[in-house]
């Protein structure tokens, strides 16, 4: 929240910064421009595509999660049917929510996590968001595993239950998961405090 | 529920990142009161933990199945505040990492699920969970609280696209209330299953509210917040801005006081309308905003003013 220098240790990516911060801001602009001039979105689609090739996005990808955004565009043309304009609409929906998802993609093929977090540190995020979203990337998939073994473990030693019992049973699993992530929490904090970490460096 | 780029007009987009970010920094400030340096463990681990919960898919009846959206679940385990800031990472991670929901809808996103969504939820809970005391009430509450938040917030993604001019109001608030008034019975089941268990392993995990020292805050991070907050209550409102008389001209009508407000108008902004401004919402958005730094800077001026002649008074 303050302007100080971040504490020393911790990475402050500045070529990643650029990137968010570019990728950002050609967001905003894609998805606020004036729909009637949507011809210039062409411009936008041109430059994506030039940072595209060398940096081997691939297609498919791109293509898979922008099909559930051509579903809803669709849905809300539905919804716009009535107006005289809704073609115009409808095809900027399309456009704006393709163009920005193309644009996301850019920027998280070409950037890990860690470097993500990292360049927002350097964008002097407060520390608090950066230090979960870091966090985030630690954990989950520690979480996705020890889920897995819940999993494993259930599947091992009980029958395979009926349709109502499955409910509760999923429902036991994952407040099991709650309880131990919580611990989990615990004892990250622990260590961290072993370890001499101080909440203000 | 996810809105993507591109469907939201810039003053919606603006109201509610302000209205987001000013209601995430109170929520920070009470979760660091509370939990204080464990905040980033708790936080970080949970966040993933409702990522993780989001994926797991729930058999509901006739053969389709649900997940869980975990507002009300993060609420009722952790507290409200702690609960939109964890969902607001897991949106921020949605957004980047998986491309779901724009960047522009980010702040709105969060409105939705994080803010509305957590808060609206927890209100009830704790609603329920006063009148009865027992452990029952508390599995209860969050069933009716998990409903309740899935309902308000698909209502508020309803009244942002319909304030954005992407869908017609009569049209897309009926649809998603009542989609999400079906969404909302399986998210009620799932959570109340889910924090039945917990009571039942682990009473001392479930969250209550106690009474913490006060922390002081500086004075210029509570005006920054402030001013977001009415920043954003006033672009989120704009397009509301009735054209219709109000109570004041509607007296004055009926009493035959015509006032002459067309040869000489005084007043700065006449009929909420910047001289200069072409587009309607923009000229009511930019009035909107206008109005509430003149009327926070007219507040702050008397506040100063009253202070110093607190001071001055003998006690």
């Known amino acids: ?201 | 529920m996810h809105i993507p780029d591109g469907y939201l007009d810039a003053k919606t987009c603006l109201g509610a990142y302000c209205l987001a970010g000013a209601s995430l920094a109170w929520a920070g400030r009470n979760v660091g009161a509370r939990w204080n340096e464990r905040t980033i463990p708790l936080l970080g681990v949970m966040s993933a933990f409702v990522f993780a919960g989001q994926m797991v898919n729930f058999p509901v009846a006739g053969g389709t199945s649900g997940h869980l959206l975990g507002g009300v679940l993060a609420g009722v385990l952790l507290g409200p505040a702690a609960a939109s800031m964890a969902l607001t990472t897991v949106l921020v991670v949605q957004c980047f990492l998986f491309q779901d929901g724009g960047i522009s809808a980010l702040g709105a996103n969060a409105l939705n699920l994080a803010v509305v969504g957590v808060f609206g939820g927890c209100l009830v809970y704790r609603l329920i969970r006063r009148c009865r005391r027992d452990p029952r009430s508390i599995v209860l509450g969050s069933a009716l609280a998990a409903w309740f938040s899935v309902v308000l917030a698909s209502a508020t993604c309803a009244l942002e696209l319909a304030g954005a001019g992407t869908a017609p109001a009569r049209l897309v608030l009926p649809a998603m209330i009542l989609t999400h008034a079906v969404i909302g019975v399986g998210e009620a089941l799932i959570t109340a299953a889910v924090v039945g268990f917990v009571v039942k392993v682990r009473p001392d995990l479930v969250y209550e509210p106690r009474t913490l020292a006060p922390v002081s805050t500086p004075i210029k991070r509570v005006v920054m917040v402030g001013l977001a907050g009415a920043l954003g209550v006033a672009l989120l409102l704009s397009p509301l801005a009735s054209t219709l008389p109000d109570g004041f001209e509607r007296v004055a009508q009926q009493l035959g006081l015509t006032l002459q407000t067309h040869g000489t108008n005084l007043a700065p902004m006449p009929g909420y309308s910047v001289p200069g401004a072409s587009r309607t919402w923009l000229m009511t958005s930019a009035v909107a905003v206008l109005g509430t730094l003149l009327c926070f800077g007219v507040g702050w001026l008397l506040v100063r003013l009253a202070a110093r002649w607190l001071r001055r008074s003998p006690p």
């Open chain 1, 1 to 201: 929240m303050d302007a100080a220098p971040p504490p020393p240790g911790l990475t402050h990516d500045r070529r990643a910064a650029w990137r968010i911060a570019l990728t950002v801001l050609g967001v905003f602009l894609i998805a606020l421009w004036p729909p009637a001039l949507w011809r210039w979105q062409g411009v936008s689609a041109a430059v994506l595509l030039t940072l595209s090739i060398p940096a081997r996005l691939p297609p498919g990808r791109v293509l898979r999660r922008a099909a559930v955004l051509w579903l809803f565009a669709g849905v809300m043309a539905i919804g716009l049917a009535g107006r005289s304009d809704w073609p115009v609409r409808a095809g900027n929906l399309l456009l704006k929510s393709t163009l920005s998802l193309w644009a996301v993609s850019l920027l998280v093929h070409s950037t890990p996590l860690a470097e993500l977090v990292s360049g927002l540190r350097w964008l002097r995020l407060p520390r608090v968001w950066t230090e979960i979203l870091a966090f985030w990337g630690r954990y989950y998939s520690v979480l996705a595993e020890e889920w897995r073994r819940l999993e494993l473990a259930r599947r091992a030693r009980t029958f395979e239950p009926n349709q109502r019992r499955a409910f509760t049973r999923l429902a036991n699993a994952l407040g099991l998961l709650f309880i131990r992530a919580y611990e989990r929490a615990e004892q990250v904090h622990r260590a961290m405090l072993a370890r001499g970490y101080r909440e203000r460096p």
